[in-house]
């Protein structure tokens, strides 16, 4: 098994860029539960929470876009986006009020993060969740002293794929990305990591809107966040 360490061919690992939905926390019944609101509230059939566990990864207005699709019966692309518009300010009221009811951090992740911590790895969550809807999880499970620095969907005029978002959380961790390892959970990790010319490690368990991240050819894939630190996996 291979160490994150390992993927730097022979350069000190300085920090690590975490994604955060899919790859720290589990946030689709509380991302369920919002767009269901929503969807009630403007007189739509509800999604339900398997239909949007298969949805997420690839933001709030592609996922309410699934949703309007679904409830209309139509392919995504003939929808009108002024309905898309009116559906997403609704979601983001109901998800604002409700981002930690039901979400959960993955096995491990606490363990993992306070062991890199302590060895004195910079860490940074670069995410395409708005940051008004990231900060508050990120404080909720105390996760703000491990890691910073945070870099949301909102944060700059491109996200991830777009490799910006990651050099950015380099410059503000104040680490070359020559020293950095990206984690996370989909294709838009790897091609940002890609892009930034940044080795990459990927969780199995996340949210890739139904295809397999291993299709994505990350440097490693893990089954389970524990695994991306083999010494303490095994201690635990």
Request: glycine share 8%.
């Amino acid at each position: 098994m291979k160490l994150l360490q390992d993927l730097l061919s022979g350069r000190e690992l300085e920090a690590i860029l975490f994604d955060l939905d899919g790859t720290l926390i589990d946030s689709v019944p509380d991302l369920a539960a919002a767009l269901d609101a929503s969807l009630e509230q403007l007189n739509y059939v509800p999604a339900g929470v398997n239909r949007v566990r298969g949805w997420v990864g690839n933001g709030a207005r592609k996922l309410v876009q699934r949703g309007l699709a679904f409830a209309l019966e139509v392919p995504e692309k003939s929808l009108d986006p002024s309905l898309i518009d009116q559906l997403l300010a609704v979601f983001f009221e109901h998800y604002g009020e409700q981002t930690c009811e039901q979400t959960v951090l993955y096995p491990g992740v606490r363990e993992a993060l306070t062991h890199w911590h302590t060895q004195g790895i910079k860490m940074a969550c670069v995410t395409n969740k708005p940051a008004r809807f990231s900060e508050p999880i990120l404080a909720h499970f105390g996760l703000q002293e491990l890691m910073p620095v945070l870099v949301g969907g909102d944060t700059l005029a491109v996200r991830k794929p777009d490799p910006a978002p990651l050099l950015l959380a380099c410059e503000q961790l104040g680490v070359a990305v020559a020293n950095t390892v990206m984690v996370g959970d989909s294709v838009n990790d790897v091609a940002a990591a890609r892009a930034a010319n940044m080795p990459v490690a990927c969780v199995s368990y996340g949210y890739n809107h139904g295809a397999s991240v291993a299709d994505a050819k990350p440097d490693i894939l893990v089954d389970r966040f524990i695994d991306l630190s083999p010494g303490l996996a095994s201690s635990l």
